[in-house]
Each structure stands twice: as C-alpha cells, then as structure tokens.
C-alpha cells in the first residue's frame, strides 16, 4: 500500500539500481526484462521517427525520450485489449508496449493504408478499437471527459474493466481536466488518470502551470487519493499504477497518478527548446535516465550485462526496421478517402463533393 | 519601406500598439519567453516584461475568459489562440461573455479585446490544426470578424482592432505567415473594416474570398487571362463588417461570381456572401453565384491541399460560370 499526497515521489530503485522498496519485489525474471525490452523499443521508435521526419517520410514528431519508465510501467499495470485507453500524443511508449503492431504506428505517422486510423490525422496520433485505444485528439485535455465517461459506461455495466488515461502537466489547466476528475470522484469512476509531468508545457514550465506543489495534490479536491512517483523508476511506475488500477478495478473508484519525467527532445519538431531551458538542465537529466538506471538494476540481479543490452537493442531494432519497411511500401491513403466516415452513411452533399474532387483528380 | 512576412507584420502592430499604449497587453500560451509557437510576439516578453506579456496556464477559456475582465475592467488585452482550431475550450467565453457584455449590459460595460489566431490549412497539420472557424464567430452577433492575406493588411488591420471598442476575432491564415513578403511603409498607419481590397480588376467574372484561398484565386485569374478571360479579384479583408458594396457593384458588372473560401461549405461565410449575391442582383446574373469551399469533412491529413479550394477547383467553377 502506497501513501497518496507524499511530499518526496515514490522511488523504488535508487540511481545506483538498488531496490529501496519496502515490500518484496514480486515479479519475474521475464516480466523485469519485458519492462527492460520495451523501454529499449520505445527509445528506438522515438528514433526511428526522428529519421522518418528528416528523410521527409513523416511531418511531425513529438519526442517522448525521458519518458519510458512511465510508460512502461503503466502498460504492464492494465490488461492490454480488456482495459481501456485513453492516450495524448507522446505515449508511443505506451502504445507500443500494449502490443500496439509497430507497423500500424509507423503507417499513421506516414498516413499509408495500414493505419486503421485512415491517415486522417497528423502523425503521433494513433488509435486502435481492437486494443481499446481511444483514437489520440489534439486539443489538449479533451479526451479526459470521454474516459471518464467510458468508465461510467463499466461501472453501470458491471465489466469489470478500468480506464487509463495520460496526459501532460499543462492538460491539468484545462477545463475539461477538472471537469473530468471531478465527475469521476463524484461517481466514483474506475478509472485512473496518469500525468506524465515533464515540467514544461511547450515553454511554460510548471511554476507557471500551476501554483500547487503538485499535480498529485489537485486530487485531494476530487475526493480521491493522489500519488506522486519517480517517473524515471519503471518500478516505482509500475507498481503505484498497479496499485491504482486495482483499487479502481475493485469498486474504489479513481486515482491520479504524477509520474514525474523529463522529455529530453524539443517540444515537437516544430520546436526550439534552447529559447525557454538551459542545456545544462537536459544534460543533467539525462544522466538519470530510466533505461540506464533500470539497466543497474538488473545487472545487480545477474540479469543484464553490456553485451546483453546490444543484443537486446538489436533484436528490437530489426523488429522495427521490418515494420517500418512495410508501413512505407503500403500504399497511400487515397484522397476520396477524405468522404468516407464523416457520417454512419454518405449524405448527399458528400457524394455532391465526392465528384467535385474526382472531377480534378 | 521594410519587406516584411505576414508574421513580422503582426509582430510590428502589436509593438506598436504596445508602445502607443500601456493598456494593451497580450496574453496566451507561450508568447512569453518562447514568442508564441509562430514567432508572432518574439522579443515582447524582454521589452514589456511579464505584466504586460503574459505566458498563460494552458487553458483557453482562462485566457479569453480573462481577457473579457480585464477588457471590461480597462486594459486592451490581445489574447493569442495557438492555433484557431483550440479556441473552442475558449468558445463559451467568447460567445457568452465577450460577444454579449455590451449588449446584455445594456451598453454599460464594453469589452475592447483582440483575439488573434492562426487559421486554415495546408500545413500537414490534420483536422486541429488546419480549421478554418470563421463561421461560429461571424454567426455570433457582436464579434467582429477579421482576416488579412497581405502582410501591410496585417499591420493596419490588427491595429485597427487593438483600437476598436468590440471584441475583434483576428484571423492569421498560418500558411502565408511567411509565404508572402511585401513592402510596408515605415510610417504607422491603420486600415479600416469593412473595405475589401480590389487585387486585380477585370470585366468578365468576380472571385470574392478572403484569407489564404486569396493566393490560389490570383493564381486561377492568372490561368484565366491567358484564355481571355478577366477575372476581378476581391479580398474581404473583414467579414464582420463585410464589403457589400464593393462586392455588388463588380459583380453587377460582370455578371458572374464565384464564392472562394477554405471553410467548409455548410452554412458558411461563403454561402451568406452568394445569398447576397443572389438576394440582390438577380437580374443582372449571367450565371448562379457558385460557392468553392472546403468540403464538409473534417480537414483530414491527407489530402492536405487537396481539401482546399485548387486552382483547379476553381478554374471547373469558372468554367461553369463562363459557360452557363
Ligand atoms: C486545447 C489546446 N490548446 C493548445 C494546444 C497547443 N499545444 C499542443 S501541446 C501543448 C503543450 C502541452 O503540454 P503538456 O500538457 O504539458 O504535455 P507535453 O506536451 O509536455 O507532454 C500545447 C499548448 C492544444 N494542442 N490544445
């Protein structure tokens, strides 16, 4: 049991990759160094998309380097395909390690036929019906109602499934945020709200976000316990997230969970971090990094050497290679596509449009 | 004379505007340190400091919300929406608040305010960057209604609706913020609502529009004239107040128009316009007003350009029209 409203985040291995939990660890072998290898995938992908973005195959990247441990942890903390997800755009972490197909990613960023999504939106907004993703909006926070809503929908129902939904620290300025934790608190929800607090809404660092201490303590005023983690322990990450969907899963209703992490990338592609944070600031970030502490973490358990991880980094670098591969040689989304989906059925004034575009085609 | 974007225009009214007068402030996410994500208010943060350019939490409805206060309580905030598509957190203030205080209050309190965003497409932005929103806030009475395509049009424009007594919604067409370079003069000036721009005369066919859809008419009349056919341009410019007069009197001339915007069509701006037309001149038509407009999708990602009126798209109208 995790104490909610800490003043210190919930840390679970040190930086030196010793456990400090107070509980014993009770996963496997394999299940650590799943958590391992789909941290490693999701480094890669962000990679991988940054090339994409400088050989002119994808027009948008939001670099989500930083935030792995977070994302891992809450991908293993749901049951992918039962639960429900309701993501922002930098969760490809996430997404990839809920069995998203690596393949269906790289075709939404590139808007190829593959995307069950139909290229109708720009890239980092994924979305899967067969693995209860909830197709990424953009606008900031106004997916958060929707998840709520979708866990009344399994609470009135008696499912037995729970909503994840992420965010930034800048969402929980928005309307809709308070909106939605406050219509879950008042039914009590199953659900959980997970801030990925990166410390910096484009520019605007969180001391311009908000004046609480923390996002955590904005719970207490929904009437639900708020934890504050270490977002760069996978552990940490894990296991409060496990703890909270739990909790939810068993009728308790919600939990905001602040996973705190860096994004070591500019905002997006279109940005220029330099103007608003000092390099000094990332650099000393980055030696915090989630894979490497991991990495001593397990290498102290006798399960990871250097080699270990190049092969590791290996395997799921080929795996993507194959996937990107067949996401670019499909075909790409045709144009009348555009009139598809707009209604159940094509009205009449769309069929009207339909042929004005064909007509210059 | 200075050559300068749509972007640098924007920039220069507002530190015009800002120096001219300590009540006018500007507000939004990321104008502070950033200079907004398009550059708009780059090097205002280090000029006028942090009361008077104010890096907002993200939340629209706080921003334009906000803006109404301090506009009812004496400043002359000019509230900047990222992008037009993320204005609708903000709507409620908008419509609710800053449209009605004037009337509501029976003319007591007023509401001065300027709210600025990028708009339209062609960016490969998808459906929440690239809307075109015009229509809600030129349906919503007591919002006047504002969209340059020319960077000297900018700068007179926004000063313009710095200075006026009404909420202003100010339209940046994103894709020309720096496609268009111009000659500006030096000295300050300001334009007035509600007077479009003629951008090229001719005799046979009328193109009113307005925004970014003003590159792509230029571009159809330029195609035109080589089969000779004159095709008369008209820029809105403003749509609330909007130009009736300029625009009848050249399509009482030549008898045929073509409505171009990049909204979608449904009950748009587009479709008031050629109602007028239609309302007005019957008589003296040649041929129906034809509207070309963005489909009634949302904007996709791809097609990007293709969502847009084209070159093409309008050409087929203009044939429609010249053949009818
Ligand atoms: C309603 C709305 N307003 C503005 C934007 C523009 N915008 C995109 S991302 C962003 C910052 C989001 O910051 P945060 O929520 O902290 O998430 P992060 O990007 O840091 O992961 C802004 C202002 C938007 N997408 N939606």
Redesign the pocket.
Known sequence: MFQPFTEEPIRLIDEKGNWIGDFELDLSEDALLTLYRNMVAGRLLDERYIVLLRTGKTSFV?PAAGHEAAQVGMAAAIRPGFDWVFP???DKTLLLSLGYPAEQLFAQMAGTVLDPNKGRQMPEHPGHKDLNVFTVA?????HVVPAVGAALSMKFQGTGQVVLTT??????S?GDWHAGLNFAGVQGAPIVFAA???R???S?DFSK?SASARIADKAHAYGMPGYVVDGMDVLASYYVMREAVSRAREGLGPALVELLVY?YGP??SADDDSVYRPKEEVEAWKKKDPITRFERFLEKRKLWTPEFGEQVRDEERKKLEAAEEKALSAQAVPPEWMFDDVYAERPWHLEEQKRILLEEL | MATMTIVQAVKRALDEEMARDERVVVLG??VGKRGG?FLATEGLYQKYGPDRVIDTP?S?AAIIGAAVGMAVHGLRPVAE???A??V??GFDQLVSQAAKIRYRSGGQFQAPMVVRMPSGGGVKGGH?HSQSPETHFAHTAGLKVVVPSTPYDALGLLKTAIRDDDPVVFMEPKRLYRSIKEEVPDEEYTLPFGEAAIRRAGSDLTMITYGGPTVESLKAAEELEKVGVQAEVIDLRTLVPWDKETVLNSVAKTGRALVIAEAPRMASFASEVAATIAEELLDQLLAPPIRVTGFDTPYPYIPDRLYMPTVTRILNAAKKALEY
Do not use: C, K, M, W
């Open positions: 939001a922002y755009y930098r953009s606008p900031i926070a106004s965010f930034g620290d800048g969402a929980t928005e990925e607090n990166n910096y809404a484009i605007v976000q994004r905002h997006s | 996410e990321d994500v993200l629209e929406i990222q992008f598509d993320y609708f957190p929440h």
